[in-house]
Each structure stands twice: as structure tokens, then as C-alpha cells.
């Protein structure tokens, strides 16, 4: 895999409609996954701005995608309340206990207890900042599926790393622990570039789509074939709706997770990409 330049260009790539493509793992291994996209609204927004975003929300037409998003925790009770029924509501984080002296957790408890059907583990915010580790992690996703959680598992490689080549020892070092438990019914894996969150970089369509084929090569020759035909796989970095389409047409690209753009009106642009796919 090439370094990604300092300066993005744009380079010329030929898209296959995903049901005509032949040289890919998803179409040999059976493909027909549902595309889902997921909205994480990380520490933004007030109330009265999330207010308007649910407003916004509500307006948008889904079409034949999955639609998760994730509010900051203390406002997600106005947004069950208020939002319609078609777009699912995700926390942020749990922990990897259940209730008890865990000051400043969320259990996964909790969250069940409060009808919240989706949570986002490993995102590589809370790898950095919060210094989670793969071990760690294993054990937060094991406790959420057993209390029933939905979970989309965020893994993706640092920007030296993806210029020394290293992207897939990296992203196979972040799956290792919890390859195991990818129940396609259960788990969406989010590969994101930490190089391309936030900061406008965004992986060409051929980085994308290699790795995400390397990854769900690596997931059937250590856990199945069949899981990883049918694992989701969403590709996450500064997606927006200029770039989303020629991205969503990919083969092995199942849908988004987004950060700042799930924020905006083209949140329905990047729905609508994955529609009908």
C-alpha cells in the first residue's frame, strides 16, 4: 500500500457495481449484506442543537439502509422520545462490567435497561485518549453481546503506520482478541483511518477497498467464511456527501460511520449513497 501524500489527490479508479464485480472476497464468500450507516455524534452538539438535528433527522428518508446514530449519553432519552422509529439510537461507550463502585461508567446494564440497542466500542478516540487497549477492548465487547448489545467495533491504523506499510498488522492486532465473537447478526466492524478522522484526508477508493477485502480475508481465515461473507464492514473518515457515493459502490464497503458530516443536512446524501446497494 502506498504512503498517503500530504496534500490529497484525487486519482482515477474504476467502480464496479458490487453486484457485478468478480475479483472480490465478498461476491466469492456470498456478499448481500445490508448496508448500514451510523452517525456518531461524539461530545458535540447542546440540547437545543440536538433538538434540530433529531428535527432534521426526522425529515430524512432512509430508504433500504440501516440508520444508527449516537448522541452524546445524557441526551439520547429526548432522542428515543423524539426520533422517529426507522433510525436506531447507539451510546458511545460502555464499560466492561455491569452495575456497581465504577464511577463515571455506563454499564451495558444500562443500557439494555434503557432500550438502547446499539454501542460503539474501540473507536480510536477512546484507544488514544483513554488508553484502551485490544485486551481490554475484548473484554468490553464480550460483556455488551452477552447482554445482548448491538456493537459496531471500530479498528483502523495511525498515519506512520499506514505509510510503512504496516496498516494490516495493525488492523489484524485490533481484531486478534475478538475475531471470535464477530456474530455478523450482532457486530458491524467500522474500519477508520485515524489519519482521515476529521481531518479531510479520506483513503482513495483503491486503499479503501484493499484493505477492507484484506480485513474480511483475514476475518474467514480466522474465524469462517461464512461470517466474513456476512460481516458488515463500514469504511469511517472524513465521509461526506461528495465522496460518499463512489465509496458506498465498492464491494466491500457496507456502509459509513460518520462523524462531523452526520452533524449536517448531507447526512441524507450519505444515507441515500447506500440506499438500493
Given amino acids: 500500500l502506498e504512503a498517503v501524500p500530504s496534500t490529497p489527490t484525487r486519482r482515477e479508479f474504476i467502480v464496479r457495481p458490487r453486484a457485478h464485480s468478480t475479483n472480490n472476497t465478498s461476491e466469492t464468500m456470498g456478499g448481500g449484506r445490508k448496508m448500514i450507516v451510523g452517525g456518531n455524534w461524539k461530545c458535540n ?55 456497581g463502585a465504577y464511577t463515571g461508567d455506563i454499564s451495558a446494564d444500562h443500557l439494555v435497561d434503557m432500550n438502547i440497542p446499539w454501542v460503539i466500542l474501540g473507536h480510536s478516540e477512546r484507544r488514544q485518549y483513554f488508553k484502551e487497549d485490544d485486551e481490554f477492548l475484548a473484554k468490553k465487547l464480550a460483556y455488551a453481546l452477552e447482554k445482548g448489545l448491538k456493537v459496531i467495533f471500530c479498528i483502523g491504523e495511525l498515519k506512520e503506520q499506514r505509510e510503512n506499510g504496516t496498516t494490516m498488522d495493525v488492523c489484524k492486532k485490533q481484531l486478534e482478541q475478538v475475531v471470535k465473537m464477530l456474530d455478523p447478526e450482532k457486530v458491524v466492524i467500522a474500519y477508520e483511518p485515524v489519519w482521515a478522522i476529521g481531518t479531510g484526508l479520506v483513503a482513495t477508493p483503491e486503499q479503501a477497498q484493499d484493505t477492507q477485502k484484506q480485513i474480511r480475508e483475514y476475518i474467514a481465515s480466522a474465524a469462517s467464511a461464512d461470517v466474513a461473507a456476512k460481516i458488515r464492514i463500514q469504511y469511517g473518515g472524513s465521509v461526506n456527501g461528495k465522496n460518499c457515493e463512489e465509496l458506498a459502490a465498492l464491494p466491500d464497503i457496507d456502509g459509513f460511520l460518520v462523524g462531523g458530516a452526520s452533524l449536517k443536512p448531507e447526512f441524507a446524501d450519505i444515507i441515500k449513497a447506500c440506499s438500493g446497494k
Fill in 45 to 99: 452538539l447542546d440540547v437545543a442543537k440536538a433538538t434540530a438535528l433529531v428535527e432534521s433527522l426526522n425529515g430524512m428518508e432512509v430508504g433500504t439502509t440501516e440508520v444508527v446514530v449516537s448522541p452524546v449519553f445524557i441526551h439520547i432519552p429526548m432522542v428515543q422520545n423524539t426520533l422517529k422509529k426507522d433510525i436506531a439510537v447507539s451510546a458511545q461507550n460502555c464499560s466492561f462490567t455491569g452495575m
